[in-house]
């Protein structure tokens, strides 16, 4: 059985700036486990947020670009079409309508508009230290 991964954009985030955290080892693990997922939203927000300049003293623009690549090459593009409006901030619904739609195993975040909702229809959401333990 293939497990399908959702990553949040704040986890992508930490993953990518800071290569010890607890994030940085769920993204990896995610990756060798199976398939990470996103759809055009969830990949422009991420590549977006990842190019503000407050985080230039992290790594480079260059570095940052590379990154967003790698995730979307290694990553799988899924078209969503279901609507979910059930997250506090509606900015998240995105990632519970990619999770619904790609059948995903989980949902990998540490936003709490999107933790209280765990689990969404039967889709678990984890903090990257609950997904570590679990898988």
């Known amino acids: 059985m ?3 991964f959702v990553i949040d954009t704040n986890t992508l985030i930490s993953a990518n700036l800071l290569p010890e955290s607890v994030s940085r080892k769920a993204y990896d693990k995610a990756r060798r ?8 939203a969830t990949l422009v927000e991420f590549s977006t947020t990842l190019s503000r300049s407050k985080f230039d003293r992290y790594l480079s ?5 590379a990154e ?3 995730f979307e090459r290694t990553g799988q593009l899924i078209t969503v079409s279901t609507k979910i409006d059930a997250c506090r901030d509606p900015k998240d619904n995105k990632f519970l309508e990619l999770a619904v ?5 989980c949902i990998i975040t540490g936003d709490k508009d999107l933790l209280v909702l765990n689990p969404f229809r039967d889709i678990p959401i984890l903090t990257p230290a609950e997904f570590l333990e679990k898988f």
Request: proline share 0%; no cysteine; charged share 25%.
């Open 2 to 4: 293939i497990d399908i």
């Open 33 to 40: 486990i199976d398939i990470q997922v996103y759809s055009s």
């Open 61 to 65: 623009v260059e570095k940052r670009i």
């Open 68 to 70: 967003v690549n790698v």
């Open 101 to 105: 739609e790609a059948g995903a195993a």
